[in-house]
C-alpha cells in the first residue's frame, strides 16, 4: 500500500558536454543517476512499457469481457475515498457472494494493475476485501495481490524505472542504495524491517529495489511476509467500515508504535551482529 510523499523538481546544475560521460558510466556500475533532468526514456524502453501497459490493460478487459453482466457498471468503479468504498460494500455484496470466483479475479486484476503502475487507491482496495470477505479471506486476499502488484512493479522498474526514480526520488534513492550497501548479509531483515514499517513509502520501494540490486527472492520473501501487520489493520478497519471516519485513523500513534516494535524484531539480529563486531 503506497503512502504518497511530495515530488521535487531538482534544477539542472551545470551539466556540461564531459558530465554525459560520467553519468552513463555511473549507471553502467549500477549507481542511480545524478538527478536534474526529467527522466526521458528510450525507445526500446517507451516500447517496453507500452507493451506491458497494453498487456495488463488487454488482460482486464478480458476478466471483465468474460464477467456475468449483473451489476456489471458497479464493478467497473474504483473506490476513491471511504464513501465509495460504503457504496460498493452495499452494492457489491450480493455480486461478490454468488459469482466470488469471477469477483475476486476481477479485483485481483485491477489492485495488480493499480500498484503496477503506481495508481493510488489501493488502500481504499484493502479496506473493500475486509467488508466483503472478513479478516481471514480478505487478509490472504490483499497479502496475495498486494505482493503479486509489487513484484510486478519490481519487473517493470528493473525494465523502465531508473531514470523515473532518479528523478522522483533523488535524496531517498542515494540514502537506500547506502543502506543497502551497508546491510548486505542481513538484507532480509532490513527488507522485512522496511515492509513492516512505514520508513519507506512502499511505491518507493518497489520501484528501486531493482536498481540497488536487491535480488528478487529477497524482495518477495520481505514483501510477502512484511505485508501481513498492514494488511491486517487495514482488513480489520474495512470490517468495520462503519466506525471509520477516516483513512488516516488506520495508522495512528498506538498503530505506528505497534509495526515499529514489530519491525524491531525483524532487525534485532543485524543490530546485534554489528554490536557483536564492534565488540
Not at 527522466?39 to 495488463?56: G, I, K, N, Q
Not at 542481513?186 to 528501486?208: G, V
Request: overall charge positive.
Amino acid at each position: 500500500m503506497a503512502m504518497p510523499f511530495a515530488r521535487r523538481d531538482i534544477e539542472a546544475a551545470g551539466a556540461g558536454a564531459g558530465a554525459s560521460s560520467d553519468d552513463s558510466s555511473a549507471a553502467k556500475k549500477g549507481k542511480p543517476e545524478l538527478p536534474g533532468v526529467r527522466p526521458a526514456l528510450t525507445r526500446s524502453e517507451a516500447f517496453a512499457f507500452a507493451a506491458v501497459l497494453a498487456l495488463f490493460t488487454a488482460g482486464i478487459f478480458c476478466v471483465f469481457l468474460t464477467a456475468p453482466q449483473r451489476e456489471f457498471g458497479q464493478i467497473l468503479r474504483l473506490p476513491r475515498s471511504l464513501a465509495d468504498v460504503r457504496l460498493l460494500k452495499d452494492n457489491l455484496a450480493v455480486y461478490a457472494r454468488d459469482y466470488q470466483a469471477n469477483f475476486i479475479l476481477g479485483y485481483c486484476s485491477i489492485y495488480i494493475f493499480m500498484q503496477t503502475f503506481m495508481i493510488p487507491g489501493t488502500i481504499f482496495m484493502s479496506l473493500l476485501a475486509g467488508a466483503l470477505f472478513g479478516v481471514v479471506k480478505g487478509g490472504i486476499l490483499v497479502v496475495f495481490t498486494a505482493t503479486a502488484g509489487a513484484s510486478s512493479c519490481y519487473f517493470v522498474s528493473k525494465l523502465i524505472g531508473r531514470p523515473l526514480v532518479s528523478w522522483l526520488w533523488p535524496e531517498k534513492l542515494r540514502y537506500f542504495q547506502s543502506e543497502i550497501a551497508k546491510r548486505k548479509e542481513k538484507l532480509l531483515n532490513y527488507m522485512l524491517f522496511l515492509r513492516i514499517t512505514p520508513t519507506l513509502p512502499n511505491t518507493f520501494i518497489n520501484m528501486a529495489s531493482p536498481i540497488v540490486d536487491i535480488p528478487f527472492h529477497i524482495f518477495f520473501a520481505a514483501t510477502l511476509v512484511g505485508l501481513i501487520p498492514a494488511s491486517y489493520i487495514t482488513v480489520k478497519a474495512g470490517r468495520a467500515l462503519g466506525d471509520l471516519r477516516s483513512v488516516r485513523e488506520l495508522y495512528d500513534f498506538k498503530t505506528l508504535v505497534v509495526l515499529f516494535l514489530i519491525g524491531s524484531v525483524a532487525i534485532a539480529p543485524t543490530i546485534l551482529k554489528r554490536k557483536r563486531t564492534y565488540e
